[in-house]
């Protein structure tokens, strides 16, 4: 048994943070019309809890009912989840950009209770299945101030206050379903102790951090990752914003200054892209600038490693900060320190590239199934191209009987009070992840250092082997790929063949520019159909993997789409991960081809 932290429960830690820092702004809303964020208090979001729980409570829910929902971040959401855990029951979340039959699905197996949905026109959608499933017992639409809506939960709630349970750490806290790219979704069950030593331990790596801090939230708190930022900031007394959309990043950046933020690579990659794509655009001096500073900051560090220093460098790299990054810093709010980056692994040159420019990005690894921290880096120990060393409680052993004796890589097995306590009503499924003595097998392929840092060098279910017998890691090169700024999206195929294929989707915004200045036509299916773009598009991707992966890795053929993988057309989870089995037999006719000629 681990020895756990207080305080080791969900409510613990609101209801200490509220006695702490009653008047601290805790969540921000975006006022669109005043151009600025609404905040609420600590004090005031304890009472809106302390509301929703009576009122949850007058509805019959009681220790280990599932109480769902379907929304997007919101003051709302965070209410509802620290209610529900104040009654000990289950909190079961999903995402609003999903697809009726999964919603259907997560209630039924869930065994929801109380259904809480964000939007009229999402209870539209779903009235009609949602009557069939006879565990649901109410519908509470979250807008408005009519019947069955919060604010009249609420106020039912505030008439007839029922006092917080304070749940054991090993109940069951939040019922998660992961995504998964085949099958029905798994049910991810986390006690309470998951939850909370994951928070002791990510703030144990940036002690740093405290109840001055604030953050901008972009990624959903029905993902663990987003959950966890959500915890970790109430904990500590900090500020969260929470991002209108994916769309208004840059805006709402400038809106809320924070100063650390949780996100996933894609957002650093595309900042990277666009700064590259604007200078190119742009040239003269701006251009000039930006090359002198990322060429003088990389040499500025290479000498510091050699314990050495250029006056000439310093120099150079002064002039480039004092004109080009510090722009740049000042688009992400200018008072950002850093920020911890996960669910895929970040490209070391562009980790490098935001270092340098005084913005450290941690990249730390995890699952929904470990709560969902179990390696990060932190500002004393980090290596970039690493996912840091274990955190607080954690230990990460490396299997390589699956791989082989003489390998230098395994299967990563992750221990500790993070792991979860099993996939609901699936102990098959829960039997073959989990180890005799409790460790939880996550498929993903690492090895770690002489340091005790962990490197992810694939997954185990989504390598594939060519015909040669040679081993291909399919998302790093796609991953690689995606960073030019000519491409939205790629799948890499080759399981059993002569060499790999890759299914293409580019940036349109981009390729139109390029398309303009060729004289080409900027519909997408036309301009995809012109041997001109094929071989340009083709060009860019081989001389983008050249310098770091083999000639068997680079893709030889290439099938160019225009429509993109999405959640809508099935291709992507909600994680935006690809759902490859999905995306081959979409284009099984067009792989063949291209293996037949």
């Not at 999964?102 to 999402?122: G, H, M, R, T």
């Not at 002791?200 to 930022?229: Q, Y």
């Not at 500020?239 to 709402?252: N, P, V």
């Not at 989504?462 to 040669?468: G, H, P, R, T």
Request: charged share 25%.
């Amino acid at each position: 048994m681990y020895k756990l932290m207080k305080p080791d429960n969900i409510v613990g830690i609101l209801e200490q943070t509220v006695s702490k820092f009653p008047q601290r702004p805790f969540l921000g809303i975006k006022n669109k019309q005043l151009k600025q964020y609404d905040w609420i208090s600590y004090a005031d979001f304890g009472k809106r809890v302390d509301n929703v729980r009576s009122g949850l409570s007058q509805l019959g829910i009681q220790k280990d009912d599932a109480v769902g929902i379907i929304s997007n971040n919101s003051t709302d959401w965070a209410a509802c989840f620290f209610a529900t855990s104040g009654l000990d029951a289950r909190f079961v979340p999903m995402y609003e950009a999903e697809l009726v039959q999964v919603w259907k699905y997560i209630i039924s197996d869930a065994q929801i209770k109380v259904l809480f949905i964000s939007k009229k026109e999402i209870y539209a959608k779903i009235k009609d299945v949602i009557n069939s499933i006879p565990t649901l017992k109410k519908v509470i639409v979250m807008e408005g101030d009519g019947p069955d809506t919060l604010a009249a939960l609420e106020k039912k709630g505030a008439a007839q206050k029922i006092k917080s349970i304070q749940p054991e750490y090993s109940s069951i806290c939040i019922l998660i379903y992961t995504s998964g790219t085949t099958g029905d979704p798994k049910g991810v069950l986390l006690s309470q102790a998951n939850i909370t030593s994951n928070a002791h331990a990510a703030i144990d790596c940036f002690p740093e951090l405290n109840e001055n801090d604030i953050s901008l939230s972009i990624l959903p708190w029905a993902h663990v990752f987003g959950l966890g930022e959500l915890v970790i900031y109430c904990f500590l007394g900090g500020s969260i914003g929470i991002a209108e959309s994916a769309a208004t990043i840059g805006e709402d950046l400038g809106l809320v200054k924070p100063t650390f933020l949780t996100a996933v690579p894609r957002v650093f990659n595309k900042v990277y892209d666009g700064l590259w794509t604007k200078m190119n655009e742009e040239g003269g001096l701006a251009k000039t600038l930006f090359v002198m500073g990322v060429e003088s900051s990389k040499k500025k560090r290479e000498l510091a490693a050699q314990g050495q220093s250029s006056f000439v460098t310093n120099l150079k790299f002064k002039i480039a900060d004092a004109i080009v990054f510090k722009k740049i810093r000042a688009k992400l709010g200018g008072r950002l320190r850093g920020s911890m980056t996960g669910s895929a692994m970040m490209n070391p040159e562009i980790s490098h590239f935001f270092w340098d420019m005084g913005v450290p990005l941690y990249d730390a690894y995890g699952l929904t199934e470990t709560s969902p921290g179990a390696t990060m880096n932190r500002p004393t120990k980090y290596k970039i191209g690493s996912v840091g060393p274990a955190m607080g409680l954690g230990k990460i052993v490396i299997d390589k009987s699956v791989v082989g004796p003489e390998a230098t890589d395994g299967e990563i097995i992750i221990y500790g009070p993070n792991v979860m306590q099993g996939y609901h009503n699936k102990p098959e499924a829960t039997k073959a992840v989990m180890t005799p003595d409790g460790g939880f097998r996550t498929g993903d392929r690492g090895r770690i250092d002489k340091d005790g840092f962990l490197f992810i060098t694939g997954r185990l279910k989504e390598q594939f082997k060519l015909e040669n017998g040679k081993y291909v890691f399919p998302v790093s090169i796609e991953e690689d790929i995606k960073l030019n700024h000519y491409i939205e999206n790629a799948m890499i195929y080759g399981e059993g063949r002569e060499f790999n294929v890759c299914i293409i989707i580019p940036d349109f915004a981009a390729l139109n520019k390029w398309a303009e200045k060729n004289n080409l036509p900027k519909d997408p299916v036309e301009l995809l159909k012109k041997e001109e773009t094929k071989k340009f598009l083709g060009n860019e991707i081989v001389n983008q993997l050249k310098a770091n992966y083999g000639n068997y890795e680079i893709p030889r053929k290439f099938i160019f789409v225009a429509e993109p993988f999405s959640l809508e057309n099935g291709m992507l989870t909600q994680t935006m991960k690809l759902k490859r089995r999905v995306v081959f037999e979409k284009y099984k006719d067009q792989i063949d081809k291209l293996y037949a000629r």
